[in-house]
T-cell receptor, first 115, second 115 residues
């Protein structure tokens, strides 16, 4: 079965620092990749997604992610974080070997940005 | 428009009691998912409904867990004879279809505490 690893469980940064959150999945093939974000007190919501085409995906609020097929990775990046980026971030994958349309989620990364 | 709603937002119950959790998906969304999120963990898939097809129950942890959905509307997750390990946030999500390439829209969750 597909599995998703998010290597950083807790990240603490100061404003204006650069951010990279790791995400690796286990089974290759055709995959759809997602990053979801949960701001304090709010619902989980989509940050960005990759289905095909350009492996560098732009999302909301200046976030981007790069799909590297050879590394089974889909890391999330932002060049300069803001206090308002404090949230929980989840990577999710559908497809891959077996082709499951049910998303497999990573355990999440808690990001705290100090002003 | 209205998003996914869940009720109750919080539920405290005694060990051994039954609980019912409700989810109202976005109108027109044929796919509905239930997840469980334990503290510090990722989202654990429980069950999935797609239109009038038989639900995918592969994620239900035991026969104490069951869920129903009326057509393409409301869904109810029932946990019988609750145990302390059932304490978690139960999340519901809906999507237009279950092809794996549609984003999921999440509700606010129900926080279940079993004492």
């Amino acid at each position: 079965a597909q599995s998703v690893s998010q290597h950083n469980h807790h990240v603490i940064l100061s404003e204006a620092a650069s951010l990279e959150l790791g995400c690796n999945y286990s089974y290759g093939g055709t995959v759809n990749l997602f990053w979801y974000v949960q701001y304090p007190g709010q619902h989980l919501q989509l940050l960005l997604k990759y289905f095909s085409g350009d492996p560098l995906v732009k999302g909301i609020k200046g976030f981007e992610a790069e799909f590297i097929k050879s590394k089974f990775s889909f890391n999330l990046r932002k060049p300069s974080v803001q206090w308002s980026d404090t949230a929980e971030y989840f990577c999710a994958v559908t497809g891959g070997a077996g082709g499951s349309y049910i998303p497999t989620f990573g355990r999440g990364t808690s990001l705290i940005v100090h002003p | 428009g209205a998003g996914v709603s869940q009720s109750p937002s919080n539920k405290v119950t005694e060990k051994g009691k039954d609980v019912e959790l409700r989810c109202d998906p976005i109108s027109g969304h044929t796919a509905l998912y239930w997840y469980r999120q334990r503290l510090g963990q990722g989202l654990e898939f429980l069950i999935y409904f797609q239109g009038n097809s038989a639900p995918d129950k592969s994620g239900l942890p035991s026969d104490r867990f069951s869920a129903e959905r009326t057509g393409e509307s409301v869904s109810t997750l029932t946990i019988q004879r609750t145990q302390q390990e059932d304490s978690a946030v139960y999340l519901c999500a809906s999507s237009l279809e279950a092809s794996g390439s549609y984003e999921q829209y999440f509700g606010p969750g129900t926080r279940l505490t079993v004492t």
